[in-house]
C-alpha cells in the first residue's frame, strides 16, 4: 500500500455543522423536531455504542454472518469505525429541544473520505469480518468505480442506522440528504454506498442514487457457499452512487 497524506476536513468548513431540522409526526400523533447535524467529539463513544446497538444487531449481512456473537469481529470494526470519526464527516441525527440535558441519538451514518491508496487488505482480525470484507472487495470488483467516474477519492460510508423508536419517520433518508450536502461541501464530486437492507436501498434512492452493481444474497451464497448468506425476504445488496 502506498503512503497517503492524512485527510483532513477543511478548516473553513465549520465544525461541528447543523445541516438541516425537521418536523416528523408518528403513528400516535407524537410530533418529533430533529436535526442532523456532524457528530461532536464529545459523542464519538456514545456513536460507536448506538451503532453497536442497532447497526450490528439489526443490518441484514451482519446478522447472516454472526457478527454480533463474534467479538473480534466486533473489536475489529470499533477500530475502523473509531478511525473514520477522525475524519469528521460523520453524521447524528439528534432531537431537537430535548427536555433532557444529555444529547439523545436517533440516527447516525458514519461517513468518511476515502481514497484509491487505501484500497488494501485490511487486518481481517475475526471470521466475521474476514467474511465481511471478502464479500465487500467482491462488491466492489464488479465495477471500477475510479475508471469510471476518473476520479481518485470520493465520500463513504460505514452504515446508516435508526433507534427502533424512530423508523418510518423518513430519518435515513435525512441523513443521506445531508451526505450529500456534506459531499458537495467537501470538495468530493461522488459518494459511494453499499447497500445491504432495504431501508437503505430506499433512502439511497429517494435521494438520487443510481445502481453501479446489484447481486442478490442468493448469487453470493453461490460465490461464497462456505458462508450463511440467505437473508429473509430476499433483500438485495446493491452497490451506489450518485
Given at each position: 500500500?502506498?503512503?497517503?497524506?492524512?485527510?483532513?476536513?477543511?478548516?473553513?468548513?465549520?465544525?461541528?455543522?447543523?445541516?438541516?431540522?425537521?418536523?416528523r409526526?408518528?403513528?400516535?400523533?407524537?410530533?418529533?423536531?430533529?436535526?442532523?447535524?456532524?457528530?461532536?467529539?464529545?459523542?464519538?463513544?456514545?456513536?460507536?455504542?448506538?451503532?453497536?446497538?442497532?447497526?450490528?444487531?439489526?443490518?441484514?449481512?451482519f446478522?447472516?454472518?454472526?457478527?454480533?456473537?463474534?467479538s473480534?469481529?466486533?473489536?475489529?470494526l470499533?477500530?475502523?469505525w473509531?478511525k473514520?470519526?477522525f475524519?469528521?464527516?460523520?453524521?447524528?441525527?439528534?432531537?431537537?429541544?430535548?427536555?433532557?440535558?444529555?444529547?439523545?441519538?436517533?440516527?447516525?451514518?458514519?461517513?468518511?473520505y476515502?481514497?484509491k491508496?487505501?484500497?488494501?487488505?485490511d487486518?481481517?482480525?475475526?471470521?466475521?469480518?474476514?467474511?465481511l470484507?471478502?464479500?465487500?472487495?467482491?462488491?466492489e470488483?464488479?465495477?471500477?468505480?475510479?475508471?469510471?467516474?476518473c476520479?481518485?477519492?470520493?465520500?463513504?460510508?460505514?452504515?446508516?442506522?435508526?433507534h427502533?423508536?424512530?423508523?418510518?419517520?423518513?430519518i435515513?433518508?435525512?441523513?443521506?440528504?445531508?451526505?450529500?450536502?456534506?459531499?458537495?461541501?467537501?470538495?468530493?464530486?461522488?459518494?459511494?454506498?453499499l447497500?445491504t437492507?432495504?431501508?437503505s436501498q430506499?433512502?439511497?434512492?429517494?435521494?438520487?442514487?443510481?445502481?453501479?452493481?446489484?447481486?442478490?444474497?442468493?448469487?453470493?451464497?453461490?460465490?461464497?457457499?462456505?458462508?450463511?448468506?440467505?437473508?429473509?425476504d430476499?433483500?438485495?445488496?446493491?452497490?451506489?452512487?450518485?
Amino acid at each position: 500500500m502506498m503512503d497517503s497524506p492524512r485527510w483532513c476536513r477543511p478548516s473553513d468548513l465549520h465544525y461541528p455543522k447543523v445541516w438541516s431540522q425537521f418536523t416528523r409526526t408518528n403513528s400516535d400523533g407524537t410530533t418529533y423536531e430533529f436535526q442532523i447535524q456532524d457528530l461532536p467529539e464529545n459523542l464519538f463513544s456514545k456513536c460507536l455504542d448506538f451503532m453497536v446497538k442497532y447497526f450490528i444487531a439489526d443490518e441484514p449481512l451482519f446478522n447472516c454472518l454472526g457478527f454480533a456473537a463474534d467479538s473480534t469481529s466486533v473489536t475489529n470494526l470499533l477500530s475502523c469505525w473509531r478511525k473514520a470519526l477522525f475524519d469528521k464527516c460523520t453524521l447524528i441525527c439528534t432531537l431537537k429541544n430535548c427536555d433532557s440535558n444529555e444529547t439523545e441519538i436517533v440516527g447516525a451514518y458514519i461517513l468518511y473520505y476515502h481514497h484509491k491508496v487505501h484500497d488494501c487488505d485490511d487486518d481481517c482480525n475475526g471470521k466475521s469480518y474476514r467474511a465481511l470484507f471478502d464479500i465487500v472487495t467482491y462488491m466492489e470488483k464488479q465495477d471500477n468505480r475510479y475508471e469510471r467516474f476518473c476520479i481518485d477519492d470520493y465520500l463513504d460510508e460505514f452504515g446508516v442506522s435508526v433507534h427502533p423508536k424512530y423508523r418510518g419517520l423518513g430519518i435515513a433518508t435525512e441523513l443521506v440528504k445531508a451526505r450529500n450536502l456534506l459531499g458537495e461541501a467537501l470538495g468530493l464530486k461522488y459518494s459511494f454506498s453499499l447497500c445491504t437492507g432495504i431501508a437503505s436501498q430506499k433512502a439511497c434512492e429517494k435521494m438520487g442514487y443510481k445502481d453501479l452493481v446489484e447481486v442478490k444474497y442468493e448469487t453470493l451464497q453461490e460465490v461464497f457457499p462456505h458462508l450463511n448468506v440467505h437473508v429473509k425476504d430476499n433483500y438485495e445488496q446493491t452497490k451506489k452512487s450518485i
